[in-house]
């Protein structure tokens, strides 16, 4: 007999079943989640001082007070009986917590034009046509983008050089040089957790 039809004999073979009376929604609304009241009990002060201001101010959660934050958050769920653990951390805005980053080289008939405003103006014209779905927060004007021999842009290699990860130079690469210029912009720029 399969598990399932185990399970639907037990049922039927049990008869009524009494149910407990359901308790109030205001008893266990939120009752699962980390709240600022529960943070108080689980966070030193210095903490939670740094998880209000974050939340209210949309200040940036020191790394040492994040590792904090995410121990009292352990400890709060082991007290409801968590045997399995993990913390992501995402913005309360319904966006992604994802920052998309631009990077684009100048073709054209050679006219003069300021960098800085070229890369403001197209910030805003992403988000005045696409919207906030995706933040996009930097564009950044290059003399030349990573590419292999047939073209291909090696994105996930310019990712890597922002985010400190090791990376192996492929062998279709038009100019490793290339790979240099893009750390020394990303570290000019203070673009990726490599350069904060």
Not at 11 to 17: A, E, K, P, R, S
Not at 32 to 37: A, D, E, S
């Amino acid at each position: 007999m399969s598990l399932r039809f185990h399970a639907l004999k037990n049922l039927t073979d049990n008869g009524n079943i009494e149910v407990d009376k359901t308790p109030k929604i205001t008893g266990i609304f939120a009752s699962n989640v980390f709240t600022l009241k529960v943070a108080r009990e689980f966070l030193s002060d210095e903490a939670y001082k740094s998880l209000v201001s974050s939340i209210k101010g949309g200040k940036k959660i020191d790394r040492n007070m994040g590792n904090q934050i995410a121990n009292g958050l352990k400890a709060w769920a082991e007290t409801k009986g968590v045997s399995h653990y993990t913390h992501w951390f995402q913005p309360l805005t319904e966006q992604s917590a994802e920052k998309h980053d631009s990077f684009f080289t100048l073709k054209g008939d050679g006219t003069p034009i300021e960098e800085t405003k070229l890369e403001e103006e197209l910030v805003g014209l992403i988000r005045e046509k696409i919207g906030a779905v995706a933040y996009f927060k930097n564009a950044t004007v290059v003399k030349r983008l990573p590419k292999t021999r047939s073209g291909k842009i090696l994105r996930k290699i310019i990712c890597n050089i922002a985010d400190g990860v090791e990376y192996a130079i492929p062998s279709t690469i038009d100019d490793p040089l290339i790979l240099t210029e893009i750390s020394e912009k990303l570290k000019e720029r203070k673009i990726g957790e490599a350069f904060q």
